[in-house]
Nanobody, 128 residues
Framework: QLQLVESGGGLVQPGGSLRLSCIAP????????IGWFRQAPGKEREGVSC????????NYTDAVKGRFTISRDFAKNTVYLQMNSLKSEDTAVYYC?????????????????????WGEGRPVTVSS
C-alpha cells in the first residue's frame, strides 16, 4: 500500500517562505498525479495545486497563484510545494495526495474526492 509522507512546514512570519515535500517510501511516484490540498481550522479541505505525471502541466487555486510553485524531482521521487509570500490566510494543515495516471502524461486533474492516497498532513502556521 502506497503511503505518502509530507515534510517541511512549520511556523513562519507573513511574507516568509516554506517548502513542503512529499515522498512515497518504497514506491515510485512516476505513475501518479500529485496534488497538494489544505484544510484551515473550521473550513473544508480545498485543493491548492496539482502536477501531472510528466511534471510539465500544473494548476493552482487562484488564492496561491504567483506565490506557490509545485514541482517534482523524478530522480529523488519527490514532489515539492514551494510557498512564498505567505499570508495568514495560508495557515492550514497541508496534505499531499496521489492519483493513479499514465506515466509521462500532461493530464492534470486532482479532484478532492478522487485521489487514491493521502498523507497525514503537515501544519503550516503563518503568524507574526
Amino acid at each position: 500500500q502506497l503511503q505518502l509522507v509530507e515534510s517541511g512546514g512549520g511556523l513562519v512570519q507573513p511574507g516568509g517562505s516554506l517548502r513542503l515535500s512529499c515522498i512515497a517510501p518504497g514506491y515510485k511516484l512516476d505513475g501518479y498525479v500529485i496534488g497538494w490540498f489544505r484544510q484551515a481550522p473550521g473550513k473544508e479541505r480545498e485543493g491548492v495545486s496539482c502536477i501531472s505525471t510528466s511534471g510539465i502541466s500544473t494548476n493552482y487555486t487562484d488564492a496561491v497563484k504567483g506565490r506557490f510553485t509545485i514541482s517534482r524531482d523524478f530522480a529523488k521521487n519527490t514532489v515539492y510545494l514551494q510557498m512564498n509570500s505567505l499570508k495568514s490566510e495560508d495557515t492550514a494543515v497541508y496534505y499531499c495526495a496521489a492519483r493513479r495516471a499514465s506515466v509521462r502524461s500532461n493530464y492534470v486533474l486532482c479532484p478532492l474526492n478522487g485521489m487514491d492516497y493521502w498523507g497525514e498532513g503537515r501544519p503550516v502556521t503563518v503568524s507574526s
